[in-house]
């Protein structure tokens, strides 16, 4: 069977990791992780930062103002765009993690071991292809150009404008964050969608295999609750989600508007429901074997409790009692029933989808979490602050 050490890097590719590999600049162990996020800053939010105050010192401060107050493009450049560079260091490893698990923990049998490294095989082509890297390049700067081509100037905030004589009037600005700063967002998007597409491939294959499964682990899900583990994994990705989506309401209100909490929650339910629904759907994938699992479980472990049962109630029960029962409370018959009856529990209430619940409320919660922030943002301060000290007298 592979080496189950040879699993912790699995993951660890995807747009843009195959061009820092063409770069020079792969770092294998994320030890630079917070460089390459500060990198992203660099490109895609201090050029517009200095486009805009260039702007601002050759008499177009309207320009200037309008960048400052675009609290959206802040949002993605400044947060989103780090956050799923450094997402990598954190969610990359804890795959690969559960990946080797599955081996160590003997629920991939030695028998399967052939057709496991074919999986593992498989998934590091995948991985390693220069055409998914092209491609995601390739769809990031058609949709940025798509939408330079058919969104005017005059829809963006303002200092997307430029003169007239510039081209699509568009100011320079506005042409690096189409060119460069967009771009750049969506490859990191897209390397996490493919990592997500080549984390449920893994699942689906694995969960093919002839898996050695305890109906009866304590974990409730015959021992795959490892895997649904991945859900807290990812949630920095899901923070970083978040923040793209609610940048736009949050702008809005930075922009003056009034903003409605209605449509915020709207938008905050819809994007937790996307964000959940997108990570978890993979885990579904273990079911039929869990189910097969739990039918056999049910009918080796019940008829297991019966027999045990049955003798227990003979042995005590029994009128008149033998001499040998005549102290129950010395004997250790009846705490190693109980235990017994314990273990079939675990069996008969065994979950038939390997989610854990705190790591699906923890991934809500952080994708959740901007939408807070913009909730907050659109209580006027004074209000603000007399119920907070409402609530401390």
């Known amino acids: 069977m592979n080496d189950p050490a040879q699993d912790l890097d699995l993951f660890d590719g995807g747009p843009p990791l195959r061009l820092l590999r063409l770069w020079g600049r792969f770092d294998p162990w994320h030890r630079h992780v917070v460089r390459r996020a500060l990198v992203v800053i660099a ?4 050029p517009l930062m200095a486009l805009a105050l260039i702007a601002g010192a050759y008499g177009h401060a309207e320009t200037l103002h309008a960048f400052l107050r675009d ?3 802040h949002a993605r450049s400044l947060l989103a765009a780090p956050l799923l560079v450094l997402a990598e260091a954190v969610c990359i ?3 690969g993690a559960i990946a080797q698990s599955l081996g160590t923990r003997g629920i991939v049998p030695p028998s399967e071991a052939p057709a496991y490294d074919a999986v593992v095989r498989s998934i590091r082509r995948l991985r390693d292809s220069w055409v998914v890297e092209a491609l995601a390049v390739v769809l990031a700067y058609a949709a940025a150009l798509l939408i330079v081509s058919h969104v005017p100037a005059s829809f963006l905030p303002d200092w997307h404008r430029g003169d007239p004589s510039a081209p699509l009037g568009r100011s320079l600005a ?3 964050h189409a060119l460069v700063s967009l771009p750049l967002l969506l490859v990191l998007l897209l390397g996490w969608v493919w990592r997500l597409c080549l984390w449920a491939h893994y699942l689906w294959r694995v969960s093919r295999l002839k898996l050695r499964l305890v109906v009866s682990h304590p974990e409730g899900a015959a021992g795959l609750m490892v895997v649904g583990y991945s859900l807290r994994d990812f949630s920095v990705v899901g923070v970083a989600i978040g923040i793209i989506v609610a940048a736009t309401e949050l702008a809005h209100v930075f922009a003056g508007g009034a903003g409605s909490p209605e449509q915020l929650g709207r938008l905050a339910l819809g994007t937790v429901l996307v964000v959940v629904v997108l ?8 079911s039929p074997p869990l189910l097969a699992a739990w039918r056999r479980g049910v009918i080796d472990y019940g008829a297991l409790v019966q027999r045990v049962g049955e003798a227990l109630e003979d042995k005590w029960m029994a009128e008149p009692a033998a001499p040998d029962t005549a102290e129950p409370l010395s004997s250790g018959d009846f705490s190693a029933v109980t235990d017994l009856y314990q273990t079939a529990g675990n069996a008969f209430t065994m979950r038939l989808v390997a989610v854990d619940l705190r790591s699906l409320l923890a991934l809500a919660a952080f994708t959740a979490l901007p939408f807070g922030v913009v909730a907050l943002a659109m209580v006027p301060f004074d209000k603000l602050f007399d119920q907070l000290l409402g609530m401390l007298l």
């Open 43 to 46: 490109l895609g939010w201090l």
């Open 71 to 73: 609290a959206s493009v």
């Open 93 to 95: 490893p804890r795959l």
């Open 174 to 176: 506005s042409w690096w």
């Open 279 to 286: 990570f978890t759907a993979p885990l579904v994938v273990f």
